[in-house]
């Protein structure tokens, strides 16, 4: 009996816009960690390099579930990103924005969805959305708490990169 595709149509192209907004998300990491290594910010860059390779993760996970019902995802073109981030601050509010808008599209993909299947397997994302906007969420609340205090900034900075 041949292999047969257990996706529909429309959950495919879910899979592929969802697997490229986390390639999308692996390659504003990796800029900002480039830019955060430019600006001296040396947590801070190690910080979004792990986070881009934890993105490719997220794609590669819906990759493989996409293999598991019969189907396969493509390796969609990404845009080029070159502005620069400011600063620290910058950086971390970027990621927030990005991570609640990823977080929005789940909700809504996920209430989309009729297939049971799929629904189960969104629910990691949405868990996943969650701690990621909670945990920048607090590191934005303590680079505030920093104020103008250099010293301190150097300190959260190291604190990031652990
Ligand atoms: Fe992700």
Known sequence: MPIKNLLTK???TML??????????AHLYQHI????????????????????????????????????????????AVPAIDETV???GDALQ???????QLGQDYEAWHEECRCPTTRQFLLSYLEEQRTSV??????????????????AMLTFDQELGA
């Open 10 to 12: 429309p959950i495919e």
């Open 33 to 76: 960690g480039n830019q955060m290594q430019f600006q001296g910010w040396f947590g801070a860059q190690k910080f979004f390099l792990a986070e881009s390779s934890s993105e490719r993760g997220h794609y590669q996970r819906l990759v493989d579930f996409a293999n598991q019902r019969g189907s396969w995802l493509p390796v969609p």
């Open 16 to 25: 592929a816009q969802a697997a490229a907004a986390e390639l999308y998300a």
């Open 86 to 88: 400011g600063s620290l």
């Open 134 to 151: 909670g945990e920048i969420s607090d590191l934005i609340s303590r680079l505030e708490r920093c104020g103008t205090d250099k010293g």
């Open 94 to 100: 970027v990621a927030y924005d990005t991570e609640v």
